[in-house]
């Protein structure tokens, strides 16, 4: 009787120091995790991942830091998450333009699909085209009759070449016959920045980026770039209803890690992250600056990234698009 309870202790034991074991294995313990940003901090990019990084801390038990690497239109902080600690440490809260539109306009030193694993869709959500409130432009339709007026001479920022501002911009010129020129920056934080200084005239910013100026009446909001309008802004029009059907240039930004980091981190990255996404407090704070939270699976960010490189390239080849 009494070897058969040693022998129970033991298996249970074993099972528990397997957990364990399991547990080292497939996550980082005791790690700081860092959650990379590839723009300029003030942006919607780095208030989405601030926010994200927070309630992560708090349900993993450990230190999330945010780390923004700007420039390149992201790019550089891509390739350094795909040579980057493989152990799960870090991952990155990549976009639209480099995961999708980069590869199309540039010889890359990393491969999205190949350096980099999906784990989650983050956010998905419209840009808002912005005038200075100096410009004397007030709806879309003045501002499109202007650049046809004066072609070449109406520019506009984005957060970098590649990125889903500068291609909403080009779609714009495809589909309503303009040339407005592309303006690229390092993120959102200083192309809204020379945007109030005067020094460019729009920007397809995010609407939590441009939200207090729009409110407080230096910046003019003229249309959105999505299917349907912002709900915080519900007077102000698609482009897509204001004469140009079809027209959608959707932001969005995912979580990817070096393609490197095993299979069991990944899965679980993507259990932590899709809880975090789905948290009340959290849904509610991504609205308010006009981001809707799309958590899914690793396979249905990987068709949704596929489909988007597709439908991008077709516009870039179209519009001969070249980086800057």
């Known amino acids: ?30 790690k ?8 300029a901090a003030g942006g919607a990019t780095d208030t989405a991942a601030r926010i994200i990084a927070k ?36 991952i990155l809260f990549g976009s639209v333009g480099p995961l999708t539109i980069a590869p199309h306009l540039m010889k890359l030193p990393y491969d999205p699909v190949k350096d980099l694993a999906p784990i989650t869709m983050g956010v998905n959500f419209p840009n ?7 410009t004397k ?18 520019d506009y920022a984005s957060t970098g070449a590649g990125s889903a501002s500068h291609l909403a911009g080009e779609m714009l010129n495809l589909m309503a016959n303009i040339d407005t020129v592309h303006i690229p920056y390092k993120g959102g934080a200083p192309a809204l920045q020379d945007l109030l200084g005067g020094r460019v005239a729009a920007y397809y910013s995010t609407y939590a980026t441009a939200q207090p100026h729009i409110d407080s009446g230096r910046l003019v909001a003229l249309a959105s770039t999505g299917t349907e309008r912002l709900t915080s802004l519900p007077k102000i029009p698609t482009i897509a209803e204001s004469g140009y059907p079809g027209f959608a240039a959707t932001n ?24 975090v996404l789905k948290s009340p407090d959290v849904v509610a704070a991504l609205n ?24 991008w390239g077709k516009l870039i080849r179209e519009r001969k698009i070249t980086a800057q």
């Open 1 to 30: 009787m009494r070897q058969h309870n040693i022998k129970a202790v033991i298996a249970t034991l074993a099972l528990g120091m397997s957990a364990l074991s399991a547990s080292a294995q497939d996550f980082p313990v005791n």
């Open 32 to 39: 700081t995790i860092t959650v990379m940003v590839g723009f």
């Open 55 to 90: 309630k992560l801390g708090e349900n993993i038990g450990q230190p999330v830091v945010v780390e923004n690497k700007g420039g390149a239109g992201g790019n550089i902080a891509h390739q350094y998450t795909a040579v980057g600690p493989t152990d799960g440490s870090l």
């Open 128 to 134: 808002v085209l912005v005038v200075g409130a100096d």
């Open 137 to 154: 432009i007030k709806t879309f339709a003045e501002f499109v009759a202007f650049a046809k007026k004066n072609p070449g001479k109406l």
């Open 252 to 275: 969005w930004y995912a979580f990817v890690a070096s393609s490197k980091v095993p299979q069991p981190i990944l899965d679980r990255w993507n259990v932590e992250l899709v809880k």
């Open 288 to 311: 308010k600056h006009g981001l809707t939270p799309q958590p899914g699976t690793r396979d249905e960010l990987t068709r949704y990234m596929a489909s988007e490189t597709l439908s």
